[in-house]
Every structure is written in structure tokens, then in C-alpha cells.
């Protein structure tokens, strides 16, 4: 019977345990996670500040996921360190545990820079585990001013989560638009005023210099342009790191995370990584990156699962994507921005589909989002667009645009 | 598995599917306090251009991207195949608009994602779309696969 273990209880470990049990029923499956928890849906954890979720609601599986699954989870304890010699990892209550098979599912850790004065603040959290939300639910009053470092896809969904429970949000960053990895000037825009609209205040182009508590149990954020921010509660959402540690211990190939293949293996037999901690194949730039999105946390996990347990299954086509909206305006976007840029704008939407050698290499949609995984899927097949009526499909996302046989084999066969 | 299955050149792009589908999904009696003088939100959906058309509703595709990628659990697979939604856990986020290959998930009235679950469950026992189509366009049947 083999042995298998995962490093990590987030979906990249989900989608491991049902990619191991498409294959082999048997195995020994273990799990350490570190989080006290049950695996739950990570994007969400705005959406219970927010109210639009609970705590069990937010479970990804039903109760009898790992009993189903016959996984055995060590809670409370990470992976200090994996032995490829003698095929063991090492688990931080003193506990050895053999394995045919390791996966890496050990997600990522906030990144927070050295910032001068941030040991004074007392009330600092970051945003990535539901632990961190609920600290910072337990934190924050209706009379808070809360300031957020980091205008990205956490920061704001942060701000949107709480909006409503605080008296006010400050956001700044360095960048000088938001959501700087996802959108262009004008996108960011459109979501920057929505944001605004909703009453959250931003500080962009902008850095903290100094943390001073003012004397009476707050605290000041002295900006690098001069300006100051007063604030109760900080949330620290500059970046994350993939945690490469366990890997690059025993000389894998890392770089920002566990490189792998498309197999998810790393360059160490036995071992195979998944999530926000590997660099796998981005098929929009034909090289490896972290893409730390939760649907390839899954996909690459459900892989890694498979080809654990001896099957074949091989996740070539990885793409950074996301949809995310705030306060009712939607954002979608994916692959690269580059090629030849289409657009049409109107006051309240933004469509841009890049084009190059022929394929749909990326595209950006703000308020225009209907049926855009048709365009989605455009990328991730390499469709030539010669192949379809490109210039239908430009003014929406539509079926129609593909050649009547195509469609006979997509909605007259099983896909 | 049965799925259900067009064929364009059949279709006469009367919509009826749309409103067969939002009936059987109404949990109403009768159709015209179902359905009259307000917005429906069907399942299926008449596409097409020029002179063709064609209803779209979802695939049930055997390796669901839309499943893989639902960011709150909400979407699965159940055991007979079919592809359906936990409503009550959806927090419409749009990540399945966003991969669906098909264009085949929209939200409800409620905001929350909605989809084809083939009326197994609803007062039509079977599609309604495909029960109601007077030309035989769309079809519910076995196409050789396992699942």
C-alpha cells in the first residue's frame, strides 16, 4: 500500500486527495496542516466580514471529506523538513512519517517589509488565513479607521469586507493605481473610483515612512510624500511569498516557488508541488511562474494527486486569471497583455482582447464580463483566430463565432 | 449519462426553451403567474447569428473546469454525472463565467449563480427544454459515454 503525504490543508491539498483517490483507493493518506481548520474556502474570507458567508458555509467539502477519503489530518503542526534519502518527512511535534509520494502544498506567507515604527502598532494583521480575519474581526469597531498597506486583490477585498463595520479605510501603495498586477491606468481607474464611491479613501504612489503611536492608543502613518494618516487598526496586504523552504532545504530547483513540471513534479523524485507555493508552466508567456489563483491550486493539485498515485494527468495550461469585483462592478482578466490591443470602452465598461500571432493572448473586462469564458477558453486551446469569426466574437463573447462544426461537436457531443 | 444535446439546424429560435425552463424552475403551478410581465432567468439560452441559432445550456462536461474552480465549493459533481450548484454557498464572485468554455453559467434573480441540473429534481422530472421544443432542436438522450 503506498504512502502519501501533503504538506499543507488548503485546496492545492483538496484537489491532491481527490486527484490521489481517482486513482488509488487504498493508499495511506496524511495531511498536515498547520491551520487549525478544516479545508475552507481561502477567497472568502472577505466575504464573511462582509456577511455574505458563514463559517460552515465556507468549508469547501462536507463534514465527511477526510473520513470519506480515509485522510488522516495532524492539525496544529507543519513539515520541518523532508529527507529524500530516506523518503520521510519530518513533522514539527517530533513525528516521522515515510512517504512514496510528497506533495508541497504549502502555500504562501505575507510578505511585510521592514517599515519603521510598525513594532508599535499593536493592532496589526495581515489577510490570508481565516485565523487572520477573525483576529481582525475581533479588532475592528464601527468607530475604527482602519489603514490598509497594499492596494491589490487582498487589500481591497479586505476594504470591501469591512466597509461597512468601520468608520473608515485608508489604503496606500507604492503602485500608482490599484490592483497594479491585474489591471492597466484606465481599469484601475474605473474600479478606484467605485471604490471611492464607497466612501474608501487611497493614498497611492504612496509609502509608509514611519509608525507613531499619537499618545492617546492610536496611531499615525507618516507617508513618504508627507502626507499622515491617522489610523486604530493596520492590515498589512503587500504581497505573499511562495514557502519554498522545505525544497529548497534538500537543493530542489526553486525560484520564486517549487519549480515543477507539468506533471507537478519538482526536480527531486517523489516530491510534487501544487498552489501558491510552485512555478508551474504559463501557457499565455511559454514560461514557468507562480500563478497563486485557486483554480490552479486545484487543478495543479488534483494532477500531482493523480501522478502520485501512478495515473497520468498533466496540467498544461495555467494561466494567471481572475475575476474579482467590488461593490457590484466586475473585473475579469487573464493572460498576458500583449499583441495587438482591440478595445471599447464606454463609460461604465472597459473591454481590451490582446492579440498576437493570430491567438487571443489576453484580455481585460470591466463591466462587460458576460460569457467571457468563451474568450477564456480562446486562450487556453490556442485557438487561431482565423479558425472563427474574430470580428463577431470581438463584440461579445459568443458561440456563434465558432465554425458550425465545432459547435456540432460542442453542443451535440459529450465534452 | 443523458445529456442534453442541439442541433441548429432545427432550431427555429422561438425562445420557448427559455420559457420552459424558467417555469419548471419556478416552483409555480401554472405559467402565467410563473412567468408573466417580469425579467425571466433561464437556464438555457438561444444563441446564434445571421440565420442561425441554437439553445446552450450546460455541457455536464466530463472534467468540469467551472467545478475546479468555484471558489467557494459550490459547484460539484455528483455521482450520477451531473454537474450542479449549492446556491445557498455561491457568493458570486463570477470565476465560473470566467472559465465555463460554453458561456453556460448566469446568475438568478437573487445574484447567485444558477445552471442546467437537466430538471432532475424540479416538478418536470426531465428538461423542460427539451420537452417543450415543437421542432425536436434540442434532445435528451444517451451519446455513448459512460459518463
Known sequence: MKRYVIIGNGVAAAGCIEGIRSTDRDGEITVISAEKHEVYCRPLISYYLEGKTDLTRMNYRAEDFYSKNAVRVIYGESATAIDPDNSTVTVSDGSVLPYDAVCVAAGSSPFVPPMEGLDTVEKKYSFLTLDDALALEQAITPESRVLIVGAGLIGLKCAEGIQERVASITVCDLANRVLSSILDDECAALMQKKLEEHGIQFLLGDSVAKFEPDGSGSYVAHMKSGADAPFDVLVLAVGVRANTGLVKAIGGNVNRGIVVDNRLATSIPGIYAAGDCAEGYDVTIGANRVLAIFPNAYMQGHAAGVNMAGGDELFDCGMPMNSIGFFGLHAMTAGAYEGECYEETTPESIKRLYVKDDLLKGFLLIGCHERAGIYTSLIRNRTPLSEIDFELMKQGATTAAFSSENRRKKFGGVV | ?147
Not at chain 2, 464572485?93 to 437537466?118: F, I, N, R, S, W
Open chain 2, 1 to 147: 449519462m443523458k445529456r442534453v444535446y442541439v442541433n441548429e439546424q432545427w432550431c427555429l429560435g422561438c425562445h420557448l426553451c427559455e420559457y420552459n425552463c424558467a417555469f419548471a424552475n419556478s416552483g409555480k403551478k401554472d405559467m402565467v403567474s410563473a412567468l408573466a410581465g417580469k425579467p425571466i432567468y433561464p437556464r438555457v439560452h438561444v444563441e446564434g447569428h445571421d440565420n442561425i441559432s441554437y439553445a446552450v445550456s450546460c455541457r455536464h462536461c466530463k472534467d468540469p473546469l467551472c467545478v475546479k474552480s468555484c471558489i467557494a465549493g459550490a459547484l460539484y459533481r455528483g455521482e450520477d454525472g451531473v454537474i450542479r450548484i449549492h446556491r445557498e454557498r455561491c457568493v458570486s464572485c463570477y470565476t465560473c463565467v470566467l472559465v465555463c468554455p460554453y458561456g453556460a453559467l448566469l446568475p438568478g434573480e437573487d445574484g447567485a449563480m444558477q445552471k442546467c441540473e437537466l430538471c432532475l429534481s424540479n416538478s418536470s422530472g426531465e428538461p423542460a427544454c427539451v420537452k417543450g421544443c415543437p421542432n425536436r432542436a434540442i434532445v435528451y438522450e444517451e451519446r455513448g459515454d459512460s459518463l
